[in-house]
């Protein structure tokens, strides 16, 4: 392992923190020096489209994980929901550390909740998932896409292009933008996404070194609880065109996993939902519960894609 770190990370200002984050603490922690690499991915620089019609939310991990191959940064820090299912063999996901508010969050100028919207009012979400449980709750709403980084969605509603937008609670409040949240979405009123609210470190798969002192980071609730949404995900084969909703929260020692899966894209179709529980000790107990999930939502009639 390298006298000094890279961290290899977007330019986004929700990234940088993110990354700074992960910085200060290996700088405390480990009394190691730490830069950071910051880089532009493609899912960044692609606005006009949906990310499901420009090849997923994997757009924004693949200029990071070059990075790394080349040798131009030794770890990457990600948000998890942004992450890939499944990696590449020459990559390996290190730890997830603590997640923050895993909710969604309502941000409007003059409404304070969902409810309160009159019929037909325009609501911005780059999210499927989100689109088809709103949706779901108020039919008459016109759900509009809404793409970029943070600062410039709430640019895009203060310009008056929407009446309202929801956005991840956990960004909003990282950048000390809680002010902005008029009410927060309840966990089983909207399902997040797998792993929303956390944070992933990804390294090369062979620095086992690295990979080692990084548990030092790890908050093991989290990662087993993330472990069980993302093996949902895994399942069904999960990506920006499927309107996949996992969330799990723990009850003493056993895990409480909620689902909710919407129609494909541009289809329509009723919202399947399902929860199962059970205790989930280590990862392959917690990937059990995420398989027992998905089963629940193909004996609805889920379908997996072709």
């Known amino acids: 392992m390298s006298e000094i770190l890279r ?3 977007r330019k986004s200002r929700l990234a940088l923190w993110q990354a700074e984050h992960v910085r200060d603490r290996l700088q405390n922690e480990w009394g190691v020096q730490v830069e950071l690499v910051p880089l532009s991915t493609r899912g960044d620089e692609i606005l006009d489209r949906s990310l499901s019609k420009v090849g ?6 693949k200029e990071l994980e070059v990075a790394l191959e080349l040798g131009e940064a030794d770890l990457a820090v990600h948000s998890l929901k942004d992450v890939p299912m499944a990696l590449p063999d020459a990559f390996a996901l290190a730890c997830v550390m603590e997640r923050e508010d895993p909710r969604d969050a309502f941000v409007s100028p003059g409404f ?7 019929q037909g009012a325009k609501v911005g979400t780059s999210s499927l998932r989100r689109a088809s449980q709103l949706k779901a709750r108020r039919p008459d709403l016109e759900i509009l896409p809404l793409r970029g980084n943070l600062d410039t969605r709430l640019r895009k509603l203060d310009e008056g292009g929407f009446d309202a937008i929801v956005l991840a609670a956990a960004g909003l409040k990282r950048l000390e933008l809680g ?3 008029r009410s927060h979405f309840a966990l089983d009123e909207l399902i997040p996404c797998a792993g929303q609210g956390a944070l992933g470190i990804e390294v090369r798969a062979g620095d086992h070194a690295l990979r080692e002192r990084l548990a030092s980071l790890a908050h093991q609730p989290t990662w087993l609880a993330c472990a069980a949404e993302r093996e949902v995900s895994r399942r069904l084969g999960g990506s920006c065109s499927m309107p996949l909703a996992a969330h799990a929260q723990w009850q003493g020692s056993a895990l409480f996993l909620n689902v909710a899966l919407g129609a494909p894209e541009g289809e329509q179709g009723a919202l399947l939902r399902a929860q199962v529980s059970g205790p989930a000790a ?3 107990a917690a990937e059990a519960l995420g398989a027992r999930a998905a089963q629940a939502l193909l004996d609805q009639g889920a379908q997996l894609p072709a």
């Open 7 to 9: 961290i290899a990370t």
């Open 56 to 61: 997923g939310k994997g757009l924004f991990v």
């Open 112 to 118: 304070a909740k969902l409810d309160d919207l009159p």
């Open 179 to 181: 002010e902005r949240i």
């Open 282 to 284: 280590d990862q392959a």
